[in-house]
């Protein structure tokens, strides 16, 4: 069975880093393409940052520069380290896995908050 449980959100000011971490089970992360979702109040869900199987690695326009994405095999974990936050950036994080080019697994998310 497919879970993915995420952790790591939570109140921070603006200028501050987080780092999220999206804890897999039921597949290995290593064999998959997986994303890191946001979804502010009132806005669209939009994908922040992926990170195929062979290892290759999308930023939105909006977090390139300061927010990574990996994974550790050996822990079947995958992260996004967020740095420089702006209010801007406030949100619920979900990570997803990617089936066949669709995201067909979801975490329930975590929340971010960027005070000013």
């Known amino acids: 069975q497919v879970q993915l449980v995420e952790s790591g959100g939570g109140l921070v000011q603006a200028g501050g880093s987080l780092r ?15 994303g890191w979702f946001r979804q502010a109040p009132g806005k669209e869900r939009e ?5 195929s199987n062979g290892g290759s690695i999308f930023y939105a326009d909006s977090v390139k520069g ?4 990996s994974r550790d095999n050996a822990k079947n974990m995958v992260y996004l380290q967020m740095n420089s936050l702006t209010p801007e950036d406030t949100a619920v994080y979900s990570c997803a896995r990617s089936v066949s080019s669709i995201y067909k697994y979801w975490g329930r998310g975590t929340q971010v908050t960027v005070s000013s």
């Open 20 to 34: 999220l971490s999206c804890a897999a089970s039921g597949f290995i992360v290593s064999g998959a393409t997986m």
């Open 47 to 51: 994908l922040v940052a992926r990170i």
């Open 66 to 69: 300061r927010f990574t994405i």
